[in-house]
């Protein structure tokens, strides 16, 4: 397999590099490789996340505990300031919070730590990058089914996911994919600072 392989979807090419982006030289390296192939930097969006349950905090390994925020975090500023320079007036970065940032469990609190920097990050980054034309948001999921969830909680608890939200149940991918698109969009244009939820009714606040 070649190092970045290349897949076709729907008329675009998409191009996967293996890495890992809690390194510097690495997130620099993506910007570059995407400047290269694009021609330019439009939109940002730092999804990447690690988590793992708990029954008590004091349990948590400090390698794992790094690592969270390693991945979480750091790799995140390491994205922004390589891509930030080389973004124009017009584009803009969203970033994945959660709703563990307002409603955090115990039993994930390395995790839940993490969504509230990254919430905290994206409004004073967004004051900054105002200034270059560029805006920063933050989409705040509740419990969505992904490989992050079944891979984290015990079968029985799985079996729960979702069902303490006001609507009953949880998300989808495809239902948290529409504000992306819609921040990524000139129409969210006057949009900057803010952290959107799709939470199944769990409020933020």
């Known amino acids: 397999m070649p190092p970045f392989p290349e897949q076709e979807q729907a008329g ?3 191009v996967t590099v293996a890495g890992d982006i809690g390194d510097r030289d690495h997130s620099r390296a993506l910007v570059e490789r995407t400047l290269d192939e694009l021609g330019g930097l439009d939109v940002l969006v730092n999804n990447a996340a ?3 349950v708990h029954e008590s905090f004091l349990e948590i390994p400090p390698d794992e505990l790094e690592f969270v925020f390693r991945t979480n975090v750091i790799a995140m500023f390491h994205l ?8 124009q007036p017009g584009s803009t970065i969203i970033n994945t919070t959660s709703i563990q940032a307002a409603q955090p469990s115990p039993q994930l609190l390395h995790y839940a730590a993490t969504k509230g920097a990254i919430s905290t990050f994206t ?3 967004a004051q900054e990058v105002a200034e270059r034309g560029i805006r920063a948001n933050a989409v ?3 419990p969505i089914w992904t490989p992050l969830v079944t891979m984290s909680f ?4 799985n079996a729960q996911f979702g069902a303490d939200t006001p609507l009953g149940r949880p998300g ?4 948290l994919a529409p504000l992306y698109v819609f921040l990524a969009s000139e129409e969210s244009r006057f949009i900057s600072g803010e952290v959107i939820g799709a939470t199944g009714g ?3 606040h």
């Open 80 to 87: 922004c300031q390589a891509a930030v320079p080389q973004m």
């Open 154 to 157: 015990p079968a029985e608890k």
């Open 50 to 52: 690690y988590q793992m």
């Open 140 to 142: 705040a999921p509740g």
């Open 202 to 204: 769990k409020p933020l």
């Open 123 to 125: 409004k004073g980054l």
């Open 172 to 175: 989808q991918p495809a239902e």
């Open 12 to 14: 675009r090419r998409c």
